[in-house]
């Protein structure tokens, strides 16, 4: 298997593990009022939102695109298996939802483990003075994605939208993790037990 063909099925899997699944186990949990899951998989979309700032990012060749498409897989990790209470809920739920998500969070894992491997070679891409082959071939699936979704707006304005994306979700992280510091408000109420 090339280099392409791997990146271009490293794609196929995120879409179809990171968005479609996710995505249909959000509506199920609305469906059956699974509280727990629906709480965790908010948490999840807001986590995972780093990947399509980082499709945005790619289509306009920043190299910064290769940091955050680590750190997204890695944060993605973190955020599936951080909240305890919640996993502890699903793993006493008896519902197939929550059985589809216990199930998804380990293939996940599985994908997330390999991609951070198979993506981490290319992160000194984000810190070289120009990109050699093997890095550019990673914009081919978001260039492809553009010409689906958004064929008449300039390459330079969705590079735009991606590094304000990128802005926006590193301001909002720190936020939140100074929200999670000792005393702050969602570390007592993760200490107080409230779920």
């Known amino acids: 298997m090339s280099l392409t063909d791997a990146i ?11 968005v479609v699944v996710p995505l249909l186990l959000l509506v199920w949990a609305f469906g059956v009022g699974l509280r727990p899951l629906i ?9 995972s939102s780093l990947l399509a700032v980082t499709v945005y990012l790619m289509i306009a060749g920043l190299p910064v695109s290769f940091l955050a498409g680590a750190m ?13 209470d919640w996993g502890q809920a699903l793993q006493q739920s ?12 380990w293939i996940l894992t599985g994908y997330m483990g390999i991609g951070i491997l198979f993506s981490g070679a290319f992160v000194p891409c984000a810190f070289g003075m120009s990109l ?14 553009r010409e689906i979704f958004h064929p008449q707006l300039p390459v330079e304005l969705l590079g735009g939208v991606g590094a304000l994306g990128l802005v926006a979700y590193l301001l909002y992280s720190v936020y939140f993790v100074w929200r999670l510091r000792p005393g702050g408000p969602l570390n007592s109420v993760l200490i107080g037990g409230e779920k």
């Open 132 to 145: 050699s082959e093997a890095c550019r071939a990673w914009f081919g699936p978001p260039l492809r994605f």
């Open 39 to 47: 709480q965790l998989l908010i948490v999840y979309w807001r986590v």
């Open 94 to 105: 008896r519902t197939g939802v929550a059985r589809a998500f216990l199930l998804w969070r």
């Open 8 to 18: 271009w099925l490293d794609y196929s899997l995120a879409v179809a593990l990171t």
């Open 72 to 84: 997204a897989r890695l944060l993605i990790l973190v955020c599936v298996w951080f909240w305890q």
